[in-house]
């Protein structure tokens, strides 16, 4: 009940299945050509020759003494060449160029036949005047280029195809103030509240986070070129220096960037810190 809850595959005005599911929700993207090619060979209608396949265990939806074996999957084709590990390519279209499973089926299908590599997307809560990022040029979500033809605009929630990446640095008293290197092309939503990363990143710490509230953790976005150098530290009262500046946890990134009328880059180039507070409630940077 729980994960047809999650994964209800609603359909829309005319009447195409459309997986979505609750804000938060992540779907898998797999190839829609090697899709229906496993489709096909599932049913018994299509194969690729293994000449050294054991016809003792044949494969699902094989017979024994067949010499086919389903390839394994290939995303390969999905992906930006030259821009960030999991960006996909702009202009992708949903059941043309790809598809959508649960993560469920994903491990299935990857248990199966092995390949990738394993592409994630999320949910994301979606108002009609964000249908086209104006930044990116590239709708990123299902009313845009992620559709059959069918407008999707109405929905509340839609998938986003094309979130930013980010490098994120770790700032506490261990550190002692300085940056250093955390975690490497994360996934950067330019539709959910910055809160929603840091919430991610305090899962990815391996401590006990339970203790640690939103309020114990400041997010910043810093230069990662100068992210090892040394700091100078921001006066009284102020909460930027140098390295960038502390972002509202509360907006997005594209709200953020707006609000400084900063450019951020498309995929590339954007580094995070997260500073967390030091048991005696100050915090690292501010020594």
């Known amino acids: 009940r729980r994960h047809k809850y999650r994964y209800p595959r609603s359909r829309d005005g005319g009447g195409v299945s459309q997986p979505r599911g609750p804000c ?24 690729c020759y293994y000449p050294d396949y054991d016809s003792k265990s044949p494969p699902m939806g094989g017979v024994a003494g067949s010499e086919y074996r389903m390839g ?14 999991l960006s996909l390519k702009q202009g992708l279209h949903w059941h043309r160029d790809f598809e959508l499973v649960e993560p469920l ?4 299908l990857q248990a199966w036949h092995d390949g990738g590599p394993p592409i994630t997307r999320q949910v994301v809560p979606f108002r009609g005047d964000h249908g086209r990022d104006h930044h990116h040029g590239t709708p990123p979500i ?30 506490d008293s261990a550190s002692r103030g300085e940056p250093r290197p955390f975690q490497q092309f994360i996934p950067l939503s330019r539709y959910l509240p910055l809160e929603d ?4 990143l305090r899962e990815g710490l391996g401590r006990d986070t339970a203790r640690l509230k939103r309020y114990d953790c400041r997010l910043w976005l810093i230069d990662g070129a100068n992210a090892t150098a040394s700091r100078s530290a921001p006066a009284p009262g ?3 220096d140098s390295l960038g500046w502390i972002l509202d946890l509360d907006l997005t990134i594209g ?29 690292p940077r501010s020594k």
């Not at 394994?72 to 590990?85: F, P, Q, R, V, Y």
């Not at 089926?105 to 299935?108: E, R």
């Not at 986003?160 to 994120?168: D, N, R």
Request: aromatic share 12%.
């Open 255 to 283: 709200d953020e960037r707006n609000l400084r009328g900063v450019q951020l880059g498309q995929d590339e180039n954007i580094s995070l810190m997260l500073e967390l507070r030091n048991e005696d409630t100050t915090w």
């Open 238 to 240: 102020k909460d930027d």
């Open 197 to 200: 990363v840091v919430y991610r």
């Open 24 to 47: 938060g929700t992540v779907w898998y993207v797999i190839s829609a050509e090697w899709w229906r090619t496993w489709k096909h060979f599932t049913e018994g209608r299509v194969g």
């Open 142 to 171: 299902t009313g845009g280029s992620f559709s059959d033809g069918t407008s999707s605009i109405a929905e509340q929630h839609e998938i986003e195809l094309y979130p930013l990446y980010a490098s994120v640095f770790l700032c």
């Open 105 to 108: 089926a994903w491990s299935a």
């Open 72 to 85: 394994k999957i290939d995303n390969n084709a999905l992906l930006s060449e030259g821009g960030t590990i």
